[in-house]
């Protein structure tokens, strides 16, 4: 009986070392996909913070254009009523 348990453990074994392979090539595919997904998010913020200082450089451009136009408007104003 010691020598049937043997036979069919060795038997087994083949299968089991297959399983383990396949199954440790869907972790490294996994992985990868992982990966892969990772480094997509990363360009992905990447991006999108150039945008946003691009964007916030162009608001606060665009605000102090502003800012100026209601001082000049201001000083226009107190001007005439000085006079």
Do not use: C
């Amino acid at each position: 009986m010691g020598k049937a348990s043997v036979a069919v453990g060795e038997k087994d074994s083949p299968d089991l070392k297959g399983a383990l392979k396949k199954e440790r090539e869907e972790h490294q595919h996994l992985l990868a996909d992982s990966y892969a997904a990772v480094m997509d998010l990363t360009k992905q913020l990447q991006i999108g913070e150039k945008n946003w200082s691009r964007e916030r450089l162009e608001l606060l451009e665009h605000f102090n254009q502003e800012r100026s136009q209601w001082e000049q408007r201001l000083r226009e104003a107190q001007s005439k009523g000085t006079q």
